[in-house]
C-alpha cells in the first residue's frame, strides 16, 4: 500500500512538474508575442511621428515658398535669408522674409533651401566671428588692387566700419545712390586695373574718389562701401576676369554639390535696402572669396 501510495505521489509530482513547464513554456510565448507587438506597435508609432512631421515640415516649406514665389520674384532673395541666419539670426531685420526665414527651424529652413537648390557648405563661424572673417577676406583682397606706390583707400578700415553701419544705422533706408552706376564703375575700374595696372594703379581709389567717399552723407559711404566688398569679392574670385564671363561661377567641389546666385542678379529681385546690400555683399564676400580658401 505504501508503494503504491509513493508511486502515486511520483506521479502526481511528475504531471506538476510537466505542468509547471508546459506553463512555464506558454508564458515564454506570450511574452515574446508580446514583445513582438509591442516592438511594432512602437515602429508603427515612429512611423507616424515621422510621418507627421514630414507633413508639418513640407506645410511650413510651401507656405513660405508660396508667399514669395510673387510677381516680385522676392524667392530669390533666399541666399540673404541664409546669410541673415548665420550673421545675426534674432536680429529684427527690416524684410519680414529674413524674420519669417530665421524663425523657422533648420530643417524647414534646409528643405526650402534644397527646393530652390542653394547648397552651401555653413561655416564653422557665425554672428561677429562670421563678420570679422568676413571683414579679414575683403581686407586682404584690396590689397590685389593697388599697383606701385598706392595706399590703401580705407573703403575696410576699422573693422569695414562703413559696412556694418549701413545694418546697423541705416537697414530700413533706401539705397542712396543708385546700385547699377556704383558697380558699373567700379567694374569698369577694375578691368582697366587687370588690363594695364601701370594706367589705373588705384581702381578702388578713384571708384571712392568719383562717389565723393569720406566726403559725403554718411549713409553715401556706407553704400559705396558695401558695393565695393560686394563687387570686389565677385571680381576676384574669377580665374579670368569679367572681359567675357559677368556671372559668378560655382565653387568646385567634388565632395559636396555647391550651388548659389547672387541676388539681385537673378530674376525681377532687386536690392531695396541698405539691409538688403549689407547682407548680400557679406554673402558674396563667403562665396567668392572665403569657399575659394576651403
Not at 67 to 80: A, G, S
Not at 146 to 151: I, L, R, V
Request: glycine letters at 4%; hydrophobic letters at 35%.
Amino acid at each position: 500500500m505504501t508503494d503504491c501510495v509513493s508511486i502515486a505521489c511520483s506521479i502526481v509530482s511528475a504531471l506538476c512538474a510537466i505542468g509547471s513547464l508546459i506553463a512555464a513554456i506558454l508564458i515564454g510565448r506570450c511574452q515574446v508575442n508580446q514583445g513582438k507587438r509591442m516592438e511594432a506597435l512602437s515602429l508603427r508609432q515612429d512611423e507616424e511621428v515621422k510621418r507627421q512631421k514630414a507633413q508639418q515640415l513640407k506645410a511650413q516649406r510651401d507656405t513660405f515658398l508660396m508667399k514669395y514665389f510673387n510677381e516680385k520674384d522676392d524667392i530669390y532673395l533666399l541666399p540673404l535669408c541664409w546669410v541673415a541666419a548665420l550673421y545675426n539670426p534674432a536680429l529684427a531685420y527690416h524684410r519680414n522674409m529674413f524674420r519669417e526665414y530665421n524663425m523657422l527651424e533648420e530643417d524647414v529652413q534646409d528643405a526650402i533651401c534644397d527646393y530652390m537648390e542653394l547648397s552651401l557648405p555653413k561655416p564653422l563661424l557665425k554672428g561677429q566671428e562670421f563678420y570679422d572673417k568676413c571683414v579679414e577676406a575683403i581686407q586682404q583682397a584690396e590689397k590685389k588692387y593697388h599697383h606701385g606706390e598706392t595706399q590703401s583707400t580705407e573703403l575696410f578700415y576699422e573693422g569695414a566700419k562703413y559696412l556694418y553701419k549701413g545694418l546697423e544705422n541705416y537697414r530700413t533706408k533706401e539705397l542712396p545712390i543708385p546700385l547699377y552706376d556704383l558697380e558699373k564703375c567700379l567694374f569698369s575700374r577694375l578691368r582697366m586695373f587687370d588690363e594695364n595696372p601701370e594706367s589705373n594703379p588705384d581702381p578702388l581709389g578713384e571708384y571712392a574718389y568719383d562717389f565723393n567717399f569720406g566726403n559725403g552723407p554718411e549713409k553715401s559711404a556706407c553704400e559705396i562701401c558695401a558695393v565695393a566688398a560686394k563687387v570686389l569679392a565677385e571680381w576676384d574670385c574669377q580665374p579670368i576676369s569679367f572681359q567675357e564671363n559677368t556671372e559668378i561661377s560655382p565653387v568646385a567641389n567634388p565632395d559636396k554639390k555647391v550651388n548659389f546666385w547672387l541676388p539681385g542678379e537673378y530674376a525681377h529681385e532687386r536690392l531695396e535696402t541698405m539691409e538688403d546690400l549689407f547682407l548680400c555683399a557679406l554673402f558674396s564676400i563667403y562665396v567668392g572669396l572665403i569657399l575659394q580658401q576651403r
